[in-house]
């Protein structure tokens, strides 16, 4: 049995959650996010309080997983999701524009990362802020900027996740002439 499916969802004020057929809506002050609801487990909305139990024996893996994905829905409507990353070396630098996110990597020609429906972008000296409503949308995207140069171990230089750890390796030692 899931110990995370257990637990009840609290439907914060201002935020309105309905089931129609087998996707769940769930408008807030931010806006409003639809998923389609994962077979073999049972939502039930009472009150401000969303239950979820899984229908049959065999379905129970399912059951926590469904309920994480309804908590990230109605975290992103009321407050969003935010991940920063931060880009270091020479030369490299980052411009968000209408059209997206254009990054200097060090290439001979500017990386250009196309604006998504519901994330935006915002740079500060060498980090730069995606933001947006869906959890899953938002690590997608940043995963995909971190792709374009990961940070490589010899100088730390490229682009990491905030308060990434990186190991150094160490580079070549001279060796003495005997």
Do not use: C
């Amino acid at each position: 049995m899931s110990k995370i499916g257990k637990k009840p969802i609290e439907i914060p004020n201002g935020v309105t959650v309905k089931i129609e057929g087998d996707s769940i809506f769930v408008k807030g002050p931010k806006g409003e996010l639809t998923k389609p609801l994962v077979k073999g487990s049972e939502v039930i909305i009472e009150g401000n309080l969303i239950r979820l139990s899984p229908k049959g024996e065999d379905n129970s893996a399912k059951w926590g997983l469904q309920r994480a994905l309804i908590a990230n829905m109605v975290i992103g409507v009321t407050n969003g999701f935010n991940k920063i990353l931060e880009f270091q070396g020479i030369g490299y630098k980052a411009n968000a524009k209408e059209g997206g996110l254009e990054l200097g990597l060090g290439f001979s020609h500017p990386v250009t990362i196309s604006a998504v429906e519901g994330i935006m972008f915002s740079v500060e000296k060498n980090s730069i802020k995606i933001s947006g409503l869906d959890k899953e949308l938002v690590g997608k995207v940043a995963a995909e900027i971190r792709s374009k140069r990961p940070p490589e171990p010899y100088k730390g230089s490229g682009i990491r996740y905030k308060n990434e750890i990186i190991k150094k390796k160490a580079g070549k030692k001279a060796v003495a002439a005997g």
